[in-house]
């Protein structure tokens, strides 16, 4: 099964600057791969989709990278703000198959003002 | 656009009791999920539905969990009997195709 790895330990940045986290994975790879947010008592909220065959995907201050020889993506944001303060999740599908996600534990990104 | 509905969002209840969650996908959506969320933890499928059939079930304790999706749309989750273990936050989503769109969540705590 694939093991999904995203840094446990809370990111704090200042805002205005980029933020930069890291979604590895172990086995096969997918192909796709998609981001979501999560806040507090809320359920994650879908972000940014990419496929094997794209190397960046960007949606306004978000961009995404995906490297399959690496087996990682990286999520970008950009000109951070406060409100972008959440626990972000990377989410992988299975070998075969396209709706099932198996989620990583998620980051959390503090930006302080 | 109405989100996914899901109610109650909080439970409390003892061990080896029984409990229910509810969930109302989006108007269209033909999959639905059950997630186990633990604090500190991704969410964790339980099961998966495609219209009223079952596609994937295979991390569903099912000596204890249940769920059913009558008629395609809404769609219950039981629990009977709890253990403590259980303290977590279930989560319904519903999707198109490859997108999830979840709900709120339903908090239960085991005592």
């Known amino acids: 099964s694939q093991k999904i790895e995203q840094n446990s330990e809370a990111l704090n940045i200042q805002e205005g600057k980029t933020a930069t986290l890291t979604c590895n994975y172990t086995n096969y790879s997918p192909a796709y791969l998609q981001w979501y947010r999560q806040d507090p008592g809320r359920g994650p909220v879908f972000l940014l989709l990419i496929r094997e065959n794209e190397k960046e995907k960007r949606k306004e201050r978000l961009k995404v990278t995906f490297d399959t020889t690496l087996k990682q993506s990286l999520f970008h944001i950009t000109a951070s703000q406060p409100a972008d303060s959440a626990t972000y999740l990377c989410a992988l599908p299975p070998r075969s198959g396209y709706s099932t996600l198996t989620f990583g534990k998620g980051t959390m990104l503090l930006v302080s003002p | 656009e109405a989100g996914v509905a899901q109610s109650p969002r909080y439970k409390i209840i003892e061990k080896r009791q029984s409990v229910a969650f509810w969930c109302n996908p989006i108007s269209g959506h033909a999959t639905l999920y059950w997630y186990q969320q633990i604090l500190g933890q991704g969410p964790k499928l339980l099961i998966q539905f495609q219209n009223n059939g079952v596609v994937d079930d295979s991390q569903l304790p099912k000596d204890r969990f249940s769920a059913e999706r009558l008629k395609g749309v809404d769609s219950t989750l039981k629990i009977q009997p709890a253990k403590l273990e259980d303290s977590a936050v279930y989560l319904c989503?519903?999707?198109?195709?490859?997108?999830?769109?979840f709900g709120p969540g339903t908090r239960l705590t085991v005592l």
């Open positions: 989503a519903s999707s198109p195709k490859y997108t999830q769109y």
